[in-house]
């Protein structure tokens, strides 16, 4: 009788235990999975039916090196990040400098053509002309049908942002439902003046 007690007990601790650890290796790998699904997800949703033009700025200034590392190098890779691979994401790189060059005509969905031209980007002896860039990205919005209401258009702009080159921006010449994005790139400490 006192084995048979005994038993149960067992049996009963055995099935807990055994519970306890198919819960614990479950939890891990919802805990693993889940960032995985989500970001995935996410992504797509924010990505979907988006027209987006990246504005990098190549002019004179970007050439200034900070810490061993020159701006440009800095602008291109926050402008990688804006032409990264994403279901529904339609994008076109505008280089700037004096006079504005798109790589394609309107969005496209060739990321990686942007990427790759992306790479061999360098810096122009002009200055910038930032108006007639946000006026190229306006006309490749007007050109590009917006598919519906979930049609998202975004412009971002990677510049140092010398104060010379943003007086006088106007952004009105932008569809209404744009939403503009400026990344600076521009060194914590006052550089030399390349000029």
Known sequence: ?????????????????????????????????????????????????????????????MAAVSHGVPTIERARGVAAHYIEQNNGLRANLIVAGFHPHAVFDHPSANLAALRDELGHVGVRPEKLNLQSAIAAAAEMFA?????????????????????????GVDFSVLPADTQVHVETVAAAETLDNLA
């Not at 049908?145 to 010379?164: F, H, M």
């Open 1 to 61: 009788e006192a084995v048979h007690q005994r038993q149960a007990r067992h049996r009963l601790r055995d099935a807990l235990i055994l519970f306890s650890r198919i819960t614990a290796i479950v939890l891990i790998a919802m805990a693993f999975a889940r960032p995985l699904t989500g970001a995935s997800r996410n992504s797509t949703e924010a990505a979907a039916d988006t027209q987006r033009i990246v504005i990098l700025d190549a002019s004179a200034s």
């Open 143 to 167: 050109i590009t049908p917006n598919s519906g209401a979930t049609t998202r258009r975004e412009l971002v702009i990677v510049s140092d942002l010398q104060r010379t080159n943003w007086t």
